[in-house]
Every structure is written in structure tokens, then in C-alpha cells.
């Protein structure tokens, strides 16, 4: 009898293996109880898994819904976890006979996990691609049965070899340069034929590439970065996916995709969201046309479709730790599903901070996409933090021309912040000089000879309003330009990220003389920036330049900091008596830890800059 009882069982648990094999995904694999919404969508996929009957074990989860999408191969199941504990419970799915049981994994929050801290204008962000930074395991260069399986970093295009351990191995190196954030591009994998390295064809929304490493893995990087006081920001594309994601090769339902069976090429015309007058072709083809033919287009107007992007959103914060996300192509994807994602996503974590990449010439278009904008409403993206483009346009000219009183050089900044009234919340804009999708600030190798065109674009930059983002390499002064060709020479090799090099960047004794002072008052400006309240909460007030010299103050409480800029090339004296109200003794300390006077007049040399404490 008991020999029988054990053939049964061991045939029992024979057909239970035999079945589950057949079920390819699990989505979310596991998740929380104790979440704020109750709510979780499960998808399942195999073959026709569709007819199955549906009963969960736990009698704390309730099955709310079934939805069947229309392929046979997957089903939805909607559970309510309001009364759930932690805990594994089995999914049994019953098909005649058959009978297949999935345990289903809810597992404890870490404590606090709600109330993480983002990004904010206290932090600077040092944004990483991470086939370029570092490769520190080589092992995971080749991936047997991926597409690209090959390294070649002659080639712009090809992946490099570059990794999550690379990135490890170097956060002193981040974190004694001063900054207080990694963003770094897309981890999660792109098995794709081609362009996998730059990461924004998703193929595997709950996988970190192998070619990375492994998910743990980029756990381990998050707890690291958070030891050494970096917090990080994952990068995310809900707007499309990679053409070899097993959602678009085998789509649960047509609807998941616009255009699902032909690809239609979007026209880049995203003013058509926000503009009154725009056609309805060019309005739908901008929203809904794919973002290139190997990134087909989701449609996030079918509600499972955002519940499955906004459940992988939360799943990562809540599994990695991350602190924030930035969303790629922010206005392609739909208005109203990506403010329920935003509004989901700011429900669960209210100190988080989402960036969405807002990639429009004027700030009119770029306050439309943030939280409690006035030109939106009464609709509202729920997105807190936009992109600040068209400053990144205008710095990349401003410290290059002759300033002057109406017009040029540092006036174009000083028109431009006059009219911040536009933004519902200017300090939450991400501010930068460039990144992994424009030139970098220097153009040319020559021309960084220049280091006052250096010192004040960053000093601007870290001490103006809003949240600064470096691009990695800006240290050393490594240059581009988007003009000559492939966006992959925008985005080159950290030089000493990989055995062998001959010239290793991270060591102060392998640097060029140029590259260390470009690094060494980047360095000091960032730590002196670090944990300061005045640029971080402080008020802005600025004059109109006079002399070609831009002034302004930021302000708290009874601390202040006064920057002259001066924008021509030659000296400058300026009479004091206009600034009277920003200077409240007669000297100051300036950054160099040097007295300077200012009783009648200041004197500044040719592109000057000069940074005075109170
Ligand atoms: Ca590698």
C-alpha cells in the first residue's frame, strides 16, 4: 500500500512536470502583499492555456477576473490581494484530466520600501550607457543562442562588452567624483539582430540582458550604489518594444499593438499632442506609427496592456530598489495611459520621482507634459520631473558667443529662465548639457582646449534651478558629434574600462594634464554642491546681463550664493551698486576660498567666473 501511495504521488507529480513545461511565462514571477493597490494582473502564457479552468489554493487571494485576450496561449487573471499575507499559494489550472499547479510567490516588502527617496534637485544624475562605461566579466561578452553574439568595439554600432560588474567595480570612482545618482540606459534585455547594445528595443520586460549580467546582479548594484550614497535611476521604454519580444511575435490580442500588422513609421510630430489645431492624420500617426520598424508601437489604450507596463514598473522598484525611472519617448505613447501609470506608480512610492523624456524645442511643449500643468489641464500627466531640452540647445550656443544687452551668449539663458512661468514646477527639470542622444558638449577633441567654455557651462549647470545630469565621459572631456554619423560614436568607450586599454581615465596618474583639471574642478564643484540646501531648495533671482556679465543668487534661509558669469572675451568691470541686493557685506569667500571686495566695483577677466558665498 505504501509503495503504492508513493508511485502515485511520484505519477501525480510526473504529470504536474510534464504539463509545466508547457507554460512559458509567468508575469509578474512573484509579487508583494501589502501593496497599496490591491490589485495584480497575472499572465500567463503557454500553449492553449487559454482553456483552462482557473482556482487559486489561498483562500486570503480572491480571483476577481479571468480575461482571455483571444490567443489561445494566454490568459489574464485579475487577483485581489487586499487580504492577502506573504506567502505561496498554487494557481491550479485544470484542463479536462490534466492538471497543472503554478506556485505563485507574495512576498514580504523590505520596510520602507514606500517611502524611498528620488531623485531630486539635490542630486546630480551621471547617466551610464552600460555597454560603454566598463566591461568586468568578460564571460558574459558572447551569449550562446542571442542574436548578437559577438563583441567588435571597432564598430560604433556593435556591442562593446560593457556590464553591470563594470559599472560596480567603478562606483568609488562615481561617487568620489561627487555626483549623487546613476541613470543608467536600458538593462533589461534586447535580443535583437542588430543596435542590442544601446538597449531600447525591449524584448524581455522582466530580464536584465545577459550581456549585462544577471537580475541579482543588478540587485547587488543597487544595494552597492545605496552604500556608497548614489541612488539610481532605471531607464524604461513603455512607448514600444523590440520586435523579438515574445508579446509582439505572438500577441495576446491584435489590439495589444497599433498597427499590428504592418508597420507604419511614426513622423516624429509629437507638437501634435498638445497643438489645437493639429489633423488627426499627423496627430495619430505621431502617437501611434512605430518608433522605428524593429520597435513595433503598444497600445496603451487596451487597459491590460498599461496594467502590464505599470505592474513592471512597480515590480522593479519594488524587487531592485531603484530610487527613480526615467521613461523614454515620453509624448509617443499615449496621454491618458501614461498618466494612470505616473499616478500609479507616485501612489505606491509618494518620494519617488519619474523623468519622462520630453524631447521638444520650446519649454510651451515641454511644460505641457508635467504634473499640474495649467496648458494641460484639466488633464494631467502626473509625471513630475520633464526634460529641459531647449536649455540644453541653448548652453550648447550661450557659452561660445559674445553676450550682449539684448541678445547672444549668456542673454539667451536669461531670456529663456524669464520665462520659467510656463513650468508648474521649474526645480523638477532635468537639466543638461548633453546625452547619449546628442553631441557632447565638445564637439571635437581640439577644441577642448577651451576649459572656460568648461567652467561656466558647468557652473551654470550645477548651480541654476532644477536637477543636473551629467554624461558620463564629461569629466575627461570626451567629445562628439552627432553630424558625423552613427549615434554610436556618441556614446565611446570610458577610456581604462577595459583590460588593456591604453589609456585609463579613472587613474589621476594615467590622465591627461587638460582631462585632470577639467576633472578636478568638476569634482570639486560637484562635492561642494553635494548636500548644499542653497542649491538645493535655495531661490533664484537673477539681472539682466549688463557688461556681457550674467549675476544671479540662490538662496536659503539666511545663506547665499552669488554667480558671475562673464559671458565676452574681454575683462569686465562691473559697478556694484545695481546688485546691492544680492551682496549683503562687502566681501565674500569665492570658490577658490579667496577674500574678494566689493565696496564700488568688480573687475572680472575675460570668461570669468566667479562663485561667492554668504
Ligand atoms: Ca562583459
Redesign the pocket.
Given at each position: 500500500m505504501k509503495h503504492l501511495a508513493t508511485l502515485l504521488v511520484f505519477i501525480f507529480i510526473y504529470m504536474q512536470t510534464l504539463q509545466a513545461t508547457s507554460l512559458q511565462k509567468v508575469e509578474p514571477a512573484f509579487w508583494w502583499a501589502g501593496m497599496r493597490n490591491p490589485e495584480l494582473q497575472i499572465l500567463l502564457y503557454g500553449e492553449n492555456i487559454a482553456s483552462s479552468e482557473v482556482s487559486l489554493s489561498a483562500e486570503d487571494v480572491h480571483l476577481k477576473r479571468i480575461v482571455k485576450p483571444g490567443n489561445t496561449d494566454y490568459l489574464l487573471l485579475y487577483v485581489d490581494l487586499s487580504k492577502s499575507v506573504p506567502q505561496t499559494f498554487d494557481i491550479v489550472l485544470q484542463q479536462g484530466r490534466d492538471r497543472m499547479v503554478v506556485p505563485y510567490e507574495l512576498k514580504k516588502r523590505d520596510t520602507g520600501s514606500a517611502n524611498r527617496k528620488g531623485f531630486s534637485s539635490g542630486d546630480v544624475l551621471y547617466l551610464i550607457m552600460p555597454d560603454r562605461f566598463a566591461?568586468?566579466?568578460?564571460?558574459?561578452?558572447v551569449i550562446k543562442g542571442m542574436y548578437e553574439a559577438k563583441?567588435d568595439r571597432e564598430d560604433p554600432s556593435a556591442r562593446h562588452?560593457?556590464?553591470i560588474?563594470?559599472i560596480n567595480n567603478h562606483l568609488d570612482y562615481i561617487s568620489d567624483l561627487g555626483v549623487t545618482a546613476i541613470w543608467l540606459n536600458p538593462i533589461q534585455e534586447n535580443d535583437m539582430p542588430g543596435g542590442s547594445y544601446h538597449g531600447y528595443a525591449i524584448t524581455d520586460y522582466y530580464q536584465v540582458d545577459r550581456?549585462?549580467g544577471t537580475n541579482e546582479d543588478f540587485c547587488k548594484l543597487v544595494d552597492s550604489a545605496h552604500a556608497k550614497g548614489l541612488k539610481v535611476v532605471m531607464d524604461m521604454i513603455f512607448n514600444h518594444c523590440g520586435s523579438e519580444n515574445y508579446l509582439f511575435k505572438d500577441k495576446p490580442s491584435k489590439d495589444w499593438f497599433n498597427y499590428p500588422d504592418n508597420y507604419t513609421q511614426t513622423n516624429f510630430r509629437t507638437a501634435t499632442q498638445s497643438d489645437k489645431y493639429a489633423s488627426d492624420f499627423e496627430k495619430n500617426l505621431a502617437l501611434n506609427g512605430w518608433f522605428a520598424e524593429v520597435m513595433p508601437d503598444f497600445n496603451q489604450r487596451n487597459e491590460d496592456v498599461a496594467t502590464y507596463l505599470i505592474q513592471n514598473s512597480i515590480w522593479w522598484i519594488e524587487y531592485s530598489g531603484i530610487n527613480g525611472i526615467r521613461q523614454d519617448t515620453y509624448p509617443y505613447a499615449d496621454f491618458d495611459g501614461m498618466s494612470r501609470w505616473c499616478k500609479a506608480v507616485m501612489d505606491e512610492y509618494p518620494d519617488f520621482n519619474i523623468v519622462g523624456e520630453t524631447w521638444l524645442n520650446n519649454n510651451i511643449l515641454v511644460s505641457y507634459w508635467q504634473k499640474d500643468s495649467r496648458l494641460a489641464a484639466p488633464k494631467n500627466s502626473n509625471l513630475p520631473t520633464v526634460m529641459d531640452f531647449p536649455l540644453m540647445e541653448i548652453m550648447n550656443q550661450a557659452f561660445d558667443e559674445e553676450t550682449q544687452d539684448w541678445g547672444g551668449g549668456l542673454y539667451r539663458i536669461y531670456d529663456y529662465l524669464t520665462q520659467d512661468i510656463v513650468y508648474a514646477n521649474p526645480s523638477n527639470l532635468l537639466t543638461f548639457l548633453d546625452n547619449h542622444d546628442t553631441s557632447r558638449f565638445y564637439r571635437t577633441r581640439e577644441s577642448t582646449s577651451n576649459l572656460n567654455r568648461y567652467k561656466q557651462a558647468l557652473v551654470f549647470l550645477l548651480t541654476t534651478r532644477g536637477i543636473p545630469q551629467i554624461y558620463y565621459g564629461t569629466e575627461i572631456l570626451m567629445a562628439a558629434d552627432k553630424a558625423n554619423g552613427s549615434d554610436g560614436l556618441l556614446r565611446a568607450d570610458f577610456p581604462g574600462g577595459w583590460k588593456g586599454d591604453k589609456h585609463n581615465a579613472f587613474s589621476m596618474t594615467e590622465r591627461t594634464a587638460r582631462e585632470n583639471e577639467a576633472y578636478t574642478y568638476l569634482r570639486k564643484l560637484l562635492q561642494w554642491r553635494k548636500g548644499n540646501n542653497i542649491i538645493a531648495k535655495g531661490t533664484l533671482k537673477h539681472f539682466v546681463p549688463k557688461n556681457g556679465v550674467y549675476v544671479y543668487e540662490r538662496k536659503y534661509e539666511n545663506k547665499s550664493v552669488v554667480v558671475f558669469l562673464n559671458g565676452t572675451d574681454k575683462q569686465q568691470t562691473l559697478d556694484l551698486s545695481s546688485y546691492k541686493e544680492v551682496l549683503p557685506s562687502i566681501t565674500a569667500i569665492d570658490f577658490a576660498g579667496k577674500e574678494v571686495h566689493l565696496d564700488k566695483s568688480l573687475t572680472l577677466k575675460e570668461r570669468e567666473t566667479l562663485i561667492l558665498t554668504f
Open positions: 566591461n568586468g566579466d568578460t564571460s558574459n561578452d563583441v562588452g560593457g556590464d560588474k563594470g550581456r549585462f
